[in-house]
């Protein structure tokens, strides 16, 4: 293409170029900013695409994900109920027919503390006979089935007497008290005599002179008290002379110690039952030391 340069146009064609630039330029100012750009080159109009601002894409916050709530199982309970007897009811029978209902295949248990007896409902319905004791009887009923749990009642049955049945009690009660005490003595008097019969006689010299081979032996002495000292309760000290001299002289002093109380007083001729323990040594109003045998009496027999 040829192009006539500017310095040769004609004034008329330059004003018409400026006039085109003028509408050039004007059209650039137009468009400035929109998506497409329109510029003059030689006479020629060029366009050009714009970049394309694009906003910044905010981050998402992620959805939390719910945790699902279980739905709870449901466990059923074995139905039950009793029909007879009352709570708390009372009775002069030995003997209670307890009844009820339950769901129907349980097995039904009733205890009473030391027996317990079984059945099955297998209609629903149930019935035990239990003993009864003379007072209250507290049972236990429990309903059980796989699958279920079970169900239970605490229910109290009280026996009572007649005024004839509480005297006869009454009087085989005192009766077996009765023999039970004479059961006792029995046994004491028994004992008592056991230990008399083992019981031998020591001299006095013997027992001084060296106790030591006769320490727990079972001995007796009979004599007189010289002295006695008794405590408030049972039991105290004496000091026993064994050996008479006649004219009512005694002499050769036991110390006796005993548990078991006594009506003997000072004076009192006695026979005693016990064991040999040693020699009892004690400082004498007179002066020096005292020894004599000493003997742990069992029994204190009043002889005179």
């Known amino acids: ?24 330029f004007k059209h650039v100012a137009v468009f400035v900013g929109t998506t497409t750009v329109l510029a003059a080159c030689s006479g020629s109009l060029i366009t ?8 910044p894409t905010a981050a998402r916050t992620p ?9 709870p199982t449901r466990t059923l309970t074995t139905a039950l109920s009793i029909v007879s007897p009352a709570q708390g009811s009372q009775t002069l029978a030995a003997s209670v027919l307890v009844s009820g209902t339950s769901t129907p295949g349980a097995g039904i248990t009733i205890g009473d503390g030391t027996l317990s007896k079984r059945i099955v409902a297998t209609t629903g ?16 009923v429990v309903a059980t089935k796989v699958g279920y749990e079970a169900g239970s009642f605490n229910w109290n049955v009280t026996r009572t007497l007649t005024p004839a049945q509480v ?7 005192e009766a077996r008290a009765v023999a039970a005490k004479a059961t006792a003595q029995a046994r004491v008097q028994r004992a008592e005599a056991n230990f008399k019969a083992s019981a031998s006689t020591i001299s006095y010299a013997d027992l001084l002179g060296d ?35 006649g004219s009512g002289v005694w002499t050769d002093n036991l110390w006796v110690n005993y548990d078991s109380a006594t009506t003997a007083t ?36 009043l002889t005179g």
Do not use: C
């Open 1 to 24: 293409m040829f192009t006539v340069p500017s310095s040769q146009r004609s004034p008329q064609s330059r004003r018409s170029t400026s006039a085109l630039g003028v509408r050039a």
């Open 48 to 55: 050009r695409s714009a970049p394309t601002a694009t906003a």
């Open 63 to 71: 959805t939390p994900t719910r945790t699902p709530i279980p739905t």
């Open 125 to 140: 319905r149930w019935r035990l006979r239990m003993h009864l004791a003379i007072g209250d009887n507290p049972l236990l």
């Open 167 to 173: 005297a006869a009690r009454k009087a085989a009660d």
């Open 211 to 245: 106790s030591r081979p006769f320490v727990g032996k079972h001995v007796f002495f009979r004599g007189q008290i010289l002295q006695i000292r008794q405590n408030r309760k049972a039991g105290g000290i004496m000091l026993l002379s064994v050996t008479y001299l």
């Open 266 to 301: 000072k004076t009192n001729d006695i026979t005693i039952y016990g064991t040999v323990t040693g020699i009892k040594s004690y400082a004498a109003q007179a002066g020096g030391n005292t020894r004599m045998p000493e003997i742990h009496a069992r029994y204190i027999d």
